[in-house]
Each structure stands twice: as C-alpha cells, then as structure tokens.
T-cell receptor, first 109, second 117 residues
Framework: GIQVEQSPPDLILQEGANSTLRCNFS?????LQWFHQNPWGQLINLFYIPSGTKQNGRLSATTVATERYSLLYISSSQTTDSGVYFC???????????FGKGTRLSVIA | GAVVSQHPSRVICKSGTSVKIECRSL??????MFWYRQFPKKSLMLMAT?????????EQGVEKDKFLINHASLTLSTLTVTSAHPEDSSFYIC?????????????FGSGTQLSVL
C-alpha cells in the first residue's frame, strides 16, 4: 500500500517563529488532507489539498503531486498551534485515508 | 459543512463487558464509513471499512469477532468492542465521506477514548 512519511517527527518552536512540515508519499494520490489533532484527540481538518496551494490565515499548504510531497507552513506560531499535525492520503475516491506518523509541534511562549 | 458525530466521547468499563460506539453523519448520507484506532502518541491505524447494508471489511490483524461493525443505515455505523480487555484500551475514531464525487474529503468524528479496567 501507499506509504506516507512526515518530517520532522518532533518540533519545538518559540512563539512567533515560522515552520514548515513536510509530507512525502510513495504513489499518486486522489486526495491529501492535513489535520491538526488537538489535546482532546479531535482531528481538525486544515486543508484538503491534492494539488496546488491554499492559504487559511497563518497556515498555508502546497502539494506538488508530480513530485509526491506536500508542505504545511505555519507562520507566526502561537501556543495554541501546539499538537500533532497529520498528513493523510488516499489513492481513490472509495479508499480510506492512510495517515503519516505525524509531527508533534510544541510552541513555547 | 458536513458533520460526523461520535458517541460516547469517553467510556470506562470493566474487563469482560462490551462497549458500543456510534458514528453518525449528521447532514449527509454515507454509504461508507471508516473506523480507526489510535494508541497514545501514535498515528491512526485503519481497522475496518464499514459498508451500508453489507459486511464490514477488516484490515489484516483486526479481529472481526472482537470488533463488531454494523452499518445498518446511511447515517449510522456502530463499532462494538466485545468482551473488552485492558489491551483494547485506545482512542477510536470514525470517519465518513459523502457518496457523491470522487474528490470529497473525509470528515472525522471527535473520537472515543476507551479505558478498560
């Protein structure tokens, strides 16, 4: 099956700093989503981005499907950005999402 | 937007009891739902695909007799952990996709934290 690798596995940032999280995948994908899992376990969908670039406030994401990677940018990080960021992909409309292992982000004041 | 509701959010039970977790799609019909399991500080692992009106498809290594899945309607799938044991303690989360269109994103429930004593 498709493999999803995320880097870095852990990241500590000073409040206000910027960061880039990376997601590599091993095959062509139909769908790619970025999630933030909050301390209560809830998955918050950040972006649905099988290709191209999207921005939402301080967050933006870019997927280069031909090169099989996606990047999540966090600018001016805040302590509330802390948590685990997951990248997940599927290969067709009928298949489930396959998750990467996540990037655990800690933003310190 | 679409919402997937999952209940209960947290359950504590004694070893040997069965626990039912419900997953509902609130504003769309879902012919397919997915059940995931997450251990502490680990990623989400797919357990099974729940298909409305037919048997669930389980991933390799998942005991179908331990984790019973019923998808009796287009808006409800249930996961029953039968004769739960402490090793079944985990975070369980469901997801659903609208049946129309091949490029719809998956929506997730808020998860259920199961603790078996």
């Amino acid at each position: 099956g498709i493999q999803v690798e995320q880097s870095p596995p852990d990241l500590i940032l000073q409040e206000g700093a910027n960061s880039t999280l990376r997601c590599n995948f091993s095959d062509s994908v139909n769908n790619l989503q970025w999630f933030h899992q909050n301390p209560w376990g809830q998955l918050i969908n950040l972006f649905y981005i099988p290709s191209g670039t999207k921005q939402n406030g301080r967050l933006s994401a870019t997927t280069v499907a031909t090169e099989r990677y996606s990047l999540l940018y966090i600018s001016s990080s805040q302590t509330t950005d802390s948590g685990v960021y997951f990248c997940a992909v599927d290969v067709s409309g009928n298949t489930p999402l396959v998750f990467g292992k996540g990037t655990r982000l800690s933003v310190i004041a | 937007g679409a919402v997937v509701s999952q209940h209960p959010s947290r359950v504590i039970c004694k070893s040997g009891t069965s626990v039912k977790i419900e997953c509902r799609s609130l504003d769309f019909q879902a012919t397919t739902m997915f059940w995931y399991r997450q251990f502490p500080k680990k990623s989400l692992m797919l357990m099974a695909t729940s298909n409305e009106g037919s048997k669930a498809t389980y991933e390799q290594g998942v005991e179908k007799d331990k984790f019973l899945i019923n998808h009796a309607s287009l808006t409800l799938s249930t996961l029953t952990v039968t004769s739960a044991h402490p090793e079944d303690s985990s975070f369980y989360i469901c997801s659903a996709r609208r049946p129309t269109g091949a490029n719809e994103k998956l929506f997730f429930g808020s998860g259920t934290q199961l603790s078996v004593l």
